[in-house]
């Protein structure tokens, strides 16, 4: 079977992604603070929920509750906000480390309880989720060898559960690695940030990768506005 693909609803997103983000696998957005990755991520989800899929938001940061106010106005998501599952994961460090399976089975069924049983067993099938951020999480543990064992863990069970999973990561100022510990994990990478054209900065996003692709690889430039992101 052909692999398939996640769409946004932003058409030239889509297209310059072969259709969109990978079914069943890992996608990466990297960006500085304020560039719009959130809304990008509540794009996807709500065109998810728009063709009527189980999505998932968790946030790692600002209390759920916030972020749903912060955004729920806004044309591109305010139809189907309430279609949009909100969860809060902000675990503590011993929550994390060790990170065993016990461990691992006590944090989703508290982040998740209608959706995610005691023994890691979905009652609902989830097919687009959003971490947001990952990288809170890896503030979190400290280390990079144990963060990463985490992070991969926490993939391969939303690859078993056959979810879609958007992982959200911040990029440190002036920092030109894009994509620190995690890009290895995941099928697509977007990375966006403010490009200097004519003495300006705009927002722009560019495709870093995206597997079995042939995705254009220079930056688009993009706009917020109430309806979102557009290109
Ligand atoms: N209605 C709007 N019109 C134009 N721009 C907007 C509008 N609403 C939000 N923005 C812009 O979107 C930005 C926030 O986007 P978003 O929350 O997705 O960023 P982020 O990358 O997730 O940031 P953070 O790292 O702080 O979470 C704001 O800084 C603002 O510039
Ligand atoms: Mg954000």
Redesign the pocket.
């Known amino acids: 079977m052909a692999p398939g693909y996640e769409p946004t609803g932003i058409e030239k997103l889509d297209s310059a992604l072969g259709g969109g983000f990978p079914q069943g696998g890992v996608s990466l957005i990297v ?12 794009q996807w989800l709500a065109e998810g929920a728009r063709r009527g899929e189980n999505v998932v938001y968790i946030s790692t ?2 209390p759920v509750k916030r972020v749903r106010e ?2 729920e106005n ?1 044309p591109f998501l305010s139809d189907v906000v309430s279609k949009i599952r909100w969860y809060d994961m902000t675990p503590e460090p011993r929550e994390l480390i060790p990170f065993t399976m016990e461990k691992q089975k006590k944090l989703f069924h508290k982040v998740m309880p209608d959706i995610v049983d005691e023994e890691l067993n979905m009652k609902v099938q989830v097919h687009r989720g959003v971490i ?2 990952i990288t809170t999480l890896e503030k979190i543990i400290g280390d990079k060898a144990m963060f990463r064992y985490v992070a991969s863990r926490l993939i391969r069970y939303f690859e078993e559960m056959g979810i879609s999973v958007m992982l ?1 990561e ?1 990029a440190g100022n002036g920092n030109s690695e894009y994509g620190g510990e995690m890009r290895n994990f995941s099928e697509a990478t977007i990375v ?1 940030d403010y490009i200097e054209s004519k003495n300006m900065y705009m927002r722009a996003m560019k495709i870093v990768k995206r597997y079995a692709v042939n995705h254009p690889t220079y930056w688009m430039p993009f ?4 309806e979102g992101i557009s290109l």
């Open positions: 960006g500085p603070t304020g560039i719009g990755k959130t809304i990008l991520a509540l940061t600002v912060y955004y806004m947001d951020s959200i911040e966006m706009h917020i506005s109430e």
